[in-house]
Antibody
Framework: QVQLQESGPGLVKPSETLSLTCTVSGGSIRNYYWSWIRQPPGKGLEWIGYISYSGSTSYSPSLKSRVSMSVDTSKNQFSLRVSSVTAADTAVYFC????????WGQGTLVTVSS | DIVMTQTPLSLSVTPGQPASISCKSSESLLHSDGKTYLYWYLQKPGQSPHLLIYEVSSRLSGVPDRFSGSGSGTDFTLKISRVEAEDIGVYYCLQGLQSPRTFGPGTKVEIK
């Protein structure tokens, strides 16, 4: 059974870049799409985007100018970068398998604060 | 973007009683391949969401048969035939027809 685990800094300063990695275990990263979704504290789910194992991407229009995703098939990992962060980017960030997520990681809280 | 709405936004249910959640999309979710890309997720307190239903009415393996999905086009329903205490949490619908993917605002289900 595929498992996903997010990792990265829990605290990022305003105007800096948020970077997270999702490690996939129990299966290959190949032949699937991989998504990032976030959830501000006490709020609903917001789709950030997805990347295919070959590197093609689709991003949320509201975040497109600040978001990039990449995949490393040799490490069975994919990554998210969000630049120029503000307090509004504070959220639990989830990685997930599938463009319409089938399985999710446990999530990691990223706080944007000086 | 396709806008997803859900009603009600909160629901208090007596154990053993049925519950129903409505999800509406601003555009039809019917794809040219004949499938309708509407998904239902449950996020239990303190957990990540997990998929219950895909393509309107297909239950993921391991999901109890008290959960059922129905609907077509722009109108969809998730039904729980007999609510159990473990069913509490927030239920979200998601449209998977096009990017950007969009979630409904969520329906919080509590036990009376």
């Amino acid at each position: 059974q595929v498992q996903l685990q997010e990792s990265g800094p829990g605290l990022v300063k305003p105007s800096e870049t948020l970077s997270l990695t999702c490690t996939v275990s129990g299966g290959s990263i190949r032949n699937y799409y991989w998504s990032w979704i976030r959830q501000p504290p006490g709020k609903g789910l917001e789709w950030i985007g997805y990347i295919s194992y070959s590197g093609s991407t689709s991003y949320s229009p509201s975040l497109k100018s600040r978001v990039s995703m990449s995949v490393d098939t040799s490490k069975n990992q994919f990554s998210l970068r969000v630049s120029s962060v503000t307090a509004a980017d504070t959220a639990v960030y989830f990685c997930a398998r599938g463009a319409s997520p089938l399985s999710w990681g446990q999530g990691t809280l990223v706080t944007v604060s000086s | 973007d396709i806008v997803m709405t859900q009603t009600p936004l909160s629901l208090s249910v007596t154990p053993g009683q049925p519950a129903s959640i409505s999800c509406k999309s601003s555009e039809s979710l019917l794809h040219s391949d004949g499938k309708t890309y509407l998904y239902w997720y449950l996020q239990k307190p303190g957990q990540s969401p997990h998929l219950l239903i895909y393509e309107v009415s297909s239950r993921l393996s391991g999901v109890p048969d008290r959960f059922s999905g129905s609907g077509s086009g722009t109108d969809f329903t998730l039904k729980i035939s007999r609510v159990e205490a473990e069913d509490i949490g927030v239920y979200y619908c998601l449209q998977g027809l096009q990017s950007p993917r969009t979630f409904g605002p969520g329906t919080k289900v509590e036990i009376k």
